[in-house]
């Protein structure tokens, strides 16, 4: 049972450059969220899908653009990536649309770096 | 504003002894509060949630937190730490989006380190 996969697990960008970090779940979840994690400042909500076919901004969408592709996988893209945007990145998903009372599962981060 | 505060960036434990983690919300009506444990180079892991009734909440791994609505804080506890127990924990509160969603907001994290 895999849970929440993303990936790549590291990647190092030149400033400009753009990249998509994929992110899939095999729970049967209805909702996925992206989240940056910076040190001193937590986790900050970047995009979320609160089911398949919608998404929305979260508290630090700048910069980002998303992609529920369906219901397993949501995708985070970076049109041109600055050093801003070093940060470990999450992906995670919880199984209902409604409420915010379920259980968020996360994955195991991607470290990105731009230079 | 809906949110939640982690006063300590750092709590520092010995081994054996009690302790606590603490965590302050501020929420309008009724919340719904939140723990999560990050083992480094990992992602969050859930370790228990109040939604309502009894205002000791227990969880994974030996942890309880405690409700108090009038001080309006969710504190973390365990009766004897480990050292396996140091890791990052995230207090987290659900809020409501502009949207009408409903998501979880996370507090800054505290470190905690249990001394052998």
């Known amino acids: 049972n895999a849970g929440v996969t993303q990936t790549p697990k590291f990647q190092v960008l030149k400033t400009g450059q753009s990249m998509t970090l994929q992110c899939a779940q095999d729970m049967n979840h209805n909702s996925m969220y992206w989240y940056r994690q910076d040190p001193g400042m937590g986790l900050r909500l970047i995009y979320y899908s609160a089911s398949e076919g919608t998404t929305d901004k979260g508290e630090v969408p700048n910069g980002y653009n998303v992609s529920r592709l369906n219901k397993r996988e949501f995708s985070l893209r970076l049109e041109s990536a600055a050093p801003s945007q070093t940060s470990v990145y999450f992906c995670?998903?919880?199984?209902?649309?409604?409420?915010?009372?379920?259980?968020?599962?996360f994955g195991e981060g991607s470290w990105l770096t731009v230079v | 504003a809906q949110s939640v505060a982690q006063p300590e960036d750092q709590v520092n434990v010995a081994e054996g002894n009690p302790l606590t983690v603490k965590c302050t919300y501020s929420v309008s009506g009724n919340p719904y509060l939140f723990w999560y444990v990050q083992y480094p180079n990992r992602g969050l892991q859930f370790l228990l949630k109040?939604?309502?009734?009894?205002?000791l909440v227990k969880g994974s791994y030996g942890f309880e937190a405690e409700f108090n609505k009038s001080q309006t804080s969710f504190h973390l506890k365990k009766p004897s730490a480990l050292v396996s127990d140091s890791a990052l924990y995230f207090c987290a509160v659900r809020v409501v989006t502009s949207g009408g969603s409903y998501i979880p907001t996370f507090g800054r994290g505290t470190s905690l380190i249990v001394h052998p």
């Open positions: 109040y939604i309502t009734g009894d205002n």
């Open positions: 995670a998903s919880s199984p209902k649309s409604t409420g915010g009372l379920d259980t968020i599962y």
